[in-house]
């Protein structure tokens, strides 16, 4: 026959089992969650380095995160643009201003031929 | 043994056990929340990293795009100047050429004939003219009462039309346009004065300047970032050394910045105050 004393302990005994047995399965949880976080964190420093090195083919001179080079690339080709335009404008212009001096000596030299 | 010994003996060792499982429970639960956290605050520091070169490249990817825009536009653009420089240049020189050589063939070719009836615009008429000599501002004409030099302005149009005389010439306005086109091809496109040195440079500066407060604000933000970080290290118990020496480098990092901002602001002032005084002069 097994006292009342006896039962009490078996049942604390057994609460100590089933309690902190199953809670030591937190750490363990907790340390595959930080494995799996660093597996991630390789994943985008991965991929940082992929952009790392686009954006370094692009732009060879300027460091990382400087855009500066670049934009006075663009406002160079746009002012190389801009110039070329204006020479075109200019250009068609003189067109403009020879095409009916064509036409009149056209026309002169079929009435005078 | 009797149950008076067994069962304290049998407390003590259930005692020991729970005690050693919750010790290791509390270690190990201690060492696996300390590398959640730091893998935690690695990946957010990882993923910040990451979206600035995803934003980094969506702004050179522009930029890219549109230096190729420009250097396309530069390149058209200067592909078509050059063939209408080419025709121009070279229809106006045959043409002035050609239109002279047809000119002076039928200038020529009237001083061979008679003309029964010349009506000047002045009212006079000149009977059996012969033509003897035509220059671009006036006509000599040999008639039944003697020899005259007329004036372009009183030929009849139609002999100003055939022998193409007068300011509004064709061959005139033909020499005109290669004299103006010879004066102005070689004028730069661009005016390169002072003036627009100063503000090619005002330009670049105040591009500079900013991305330069774009780069201090970031560094500012890194520093509060890692302050709020090592005081919720400290609440959690864990050491903050590496979080402290980070802050450090990017306090550094941002006292050179605003240096930097200084610096690019005095030299915008002293470019804008050149600019009003070149200004001033033109």
Not at chain 2, 192 to 215: C, G, N, P, Y
Request: proline share 2%; with cysteine; hydrophobic share 40%.
């Amino acid at each position: 026959m097994i006292t009342l004393k006896a039962r009490t302990l078996i049942s604390t005994f057994s609460l100590f089992i089933l309690v902190i047995i199953p809670a030591c399965d937190k750490p363990e949880r907790l340390a595959a969650e930080a494995a799996s976080l660093e597996a991630q964190r390789k994943l985008i420093l991965a991929e940082s380095e992929a952009y790392d090195q686009r954006l370094r083919t692009a732009n060879p001179v300027g460091s990382i995160g400087d855009t500066q080079t670049l934009e006075f690339q663009k406002r160079a080709s746009q002012t190389k643009a801009t110039e070329a335009e204006l020479k075109l404008q200019k250009w068609t212009a003189w067109e403009n201003q020879l095409k009916p001096l064509k036409e009149k000596a056209a026309d002169y030299k079929s009435k005078y031929p | 043994m009797d149950d008076g010994k067994f069962w304290p003996a049998l407390i003590v060792l259930a005692l020991a056990v729970g005690g050693i499982f919750a010790f290791r429970y509390f270690e190990m639960y201690d060492k696996a929340n300390a590398a959640a956290i730091n893998a935690r605050s690695a990946i957010n520091l990882a993923t910040e990293a990451l979206n600035f070169r995803r934003d980094m490249w969506g702004r050179v990817g522009t930029l890219i795009q549109e230096i190729a825009e420009a250097n396309d536009r530069a390149q058209k653009a200067q592909a078509e100047a050059d063939t209408k420089e080419r025709m121009v240049s070279s229809d106006l020189t045959y043409l002035s050429k050609a239109m002279k050589e047809k000119v002076e063939a039928v200038r020529l070719e009237a001083t061979k004939s008679e003309i029964a009836a010349v009506a000047l615009r002045n009212g006079k008429t000149l009977r059996n003219a012969k033509i003897k000599k035509i220059d671009d501002e006036s006509a000599t004409f040999l008639h039944s009462e003697g020899v005259i030099t007329v004036a372009v302005s009183d030929l009849p149009s139609e002999l100003v039309e055939k022998f193409d005389l007068g300011a509004e010439s064709i061959v005139r306005q033909l020499e005109r346009l290669e004299r103006d086109l010879g004066s102005k091809i070689d004028a730069p496109v661009v005016d390169t004065s002072d003036l627009l040195r100063v503000r090619k440079r005002i330009a670049q500066i105040t591009v500079q300047l900013e991305h330069a407060t774009k780069h201090k604000d970031k560094l500012e933000k890194e520093v509060t970032d890692y302050g709020e970080e090592m005081k919720k290290a400290e609440a959690k118990g864990i050491p903050t050394t590496n979080i402290s020496s980070m802050r450090d480098i990017a306090e550094g990092n941002a006292g050179m910045a605003r240096i930097q901002l200084r610096q690019l602001q005095t030299e915008l002032e002293k470019l804008k105050v050149e600019e009003a005084a070149l200004s001033k002069k033109k």
